[in-house]
């Protein structure tokens, strides 16, 4: 007996049916990505240690390494802080355009204060710059941060000599005389050289920040505050601290 056969029309509509039922399924299968979009608040800050706040600031690299760092609405962040900010941090970084601050900690809108220059040494604009987030805005850690592959010290190993850059490189050049006791070839073209020059540069501003700022170093004595150092690698974006 023959059976029969069903009207194209209705195959169709059948099998259209069909793919709207499955498409419907895998969209509500699917998760929600959810976005932050609260910021530091003050009493956030308050309640926060230096050491949960340097915790904070490792997990969040941890993530950058993983390429899992958190979305955030940052229109929605710009508007809560715009009028108050309480940072809790401030890193003093390099110029560096590979050492991006917010994004290798993996931090948002109003949740640190970034300090930036070539070599990352202070200054005495820098040091009233970290005296102003700690004292009067309420930051409890104090992160110098340097990196591998550093234009500036190699700069400063080289004796560079060049406009302003002459100047500046003159603040980099204690850590080159720190590093003299150095085994190996001390040039610039040497990695390991310069990764031990930057080592070195982080631990002697963290001896100036302590040595040119009463207001930072008793803070520290206090145990309100952290003073840290790290090295930044840009291959990979571990970090190892300094001190």
């Given at each position: 007996m023959m059976k029969k056969k069903l009207p194209l029309l209705i195959i169709v509509l059948l099998l259209f049916s069909s793919c709207k039922q499955i498409d419907k399924n895998e969209s509500t299968a699917m998760p929600k990505v959810q976005t932050v979009s609260n910021v530091m608040t003050k009493e956030t800050q308050e309640k926060l240690t230096p050491d949960e706040i340097l915790k904070e600031l490792v997990e969040g690299n941890k993530r950058f390494q993983r390429g899992n760092i958190t979305l955030r609405n940052f229109n929605e962040q710009a508007r809560k802080c715009a009028i108050k900010q309480y940072p809790k941090a401030v890193i003093l970084s390099c110029l560096d355009s590979r050492v991006p601050v917010e994004v290798i900690f993996d931090q948002g809108l109003g949740d640190v204060f970034v300090g930036r220059v070539a070599g990352n040494f202070v200054n005495e604009d820098l040091l009233g710059s970290m005296e102003f987030a700690c004292h009067i805005a309420?930051?409890?850690?104090?992160?110098?941060?340097?990196?591998?592959?550093?234009?500036?010290?190699?700069?400063?190993?080289?004796?560079?000599?060049?406009?302003?850059?002459?100047?500046?490189?003159?603040?980099?050049?204690?850590?080159?005389?720190?590093?003299?006791?150095?085994?190996?070839?001390?040039?610039?073209?040497?990695?390991?050289?310069?990764?031990?020059?930057?080592?070195?540069?982080v631990s002697y501003t963290l001896n100036q920040i302590r040595k040119n700022s009463s207001i930072l170093r008793e803070m520290e004595n206090r145990k309100e505050i952290k003073i840290v150092g790290a090295y930044y690698n840009l291959v990979n974006g571990t970090l190892e601290f300094v001190k």
């Open positions: 309420g930051s409890k850690l104090i992160l110098v941060i340097g990196h591998q592959h550093c234009g500036a010290i190699k700069g400063a190993i080289d004796n560079v000599e060049f406009g302003n850059i002459t100047a500046m490189l003159s603040k980099i050049k204690p850590a080159v005389q720190m590093s003299q006791n150095f085994t190996g070839k001390k040039s610039s073209k040497n990695e390991e050289f310069v990764k031990y020059v930057s080592k070195n540069n």
